[in-house]
């Protein structure tokens, strides 16, 4: 059983930051993309920012340059700067993990549940 955990979420002020995580824990071998998505009220779920094993990164066209994703392979973690946020960055932010939890290459599509953001003053 693979879980993934989010934290960091919550109400910060326009033009403020944030850092939110993902831990990844249970049967992992290998740790494929993470990434993190988010879905702001009312409407669809969108690709904030990826990042692959070897470290490639692919962001969102909204979040470039404000936003930096990293990752830290050996605690199966990911990681979101979120800097000079703005209102449209409210959303409930959730992170997606491809893992791999047996040495055949057994691999599944993990997501954690959300944090909530929320940019107001």
């Known amino acids: 059983q693979v879980q993934l955990v989010e934290s960091g979420g919550g109400l910060v002020q326009p033009g403020g930051s944030l850092r939110l995580s993902c831990a990844a824990s249970g049967s992992i071998f290998r740790t494929n993309r993470m990434a993190w998505y988010r879905q702001p009220p009312g409407k669809e779920r969108e690709l904030v920012a990826s990042i692959t094993s070897e470290g490639s990164i692919l962001y969102g066209d909204s979040v470039k340059e404000r936003f930096t994703i990293s990752r830290d392979n050996a605690k199966n973690t990911e990681y979101l700067q979120m800097n000079s946020l703005k209102s449209e960055d409210t959303a409930v932010y959730y992170c997606?993990?491809?893992?791999?939890?047996?040495?055949?290459?057994?691999?599944?599509?993990?997501w954690g549940k959300g944090t909530l953001v929320t940019v107001s003053s």
């Open positions: 997606y993990a491809e893992i791999v939890i047996d040495s055949w290459g057994a691999a599944g599509h993990y």
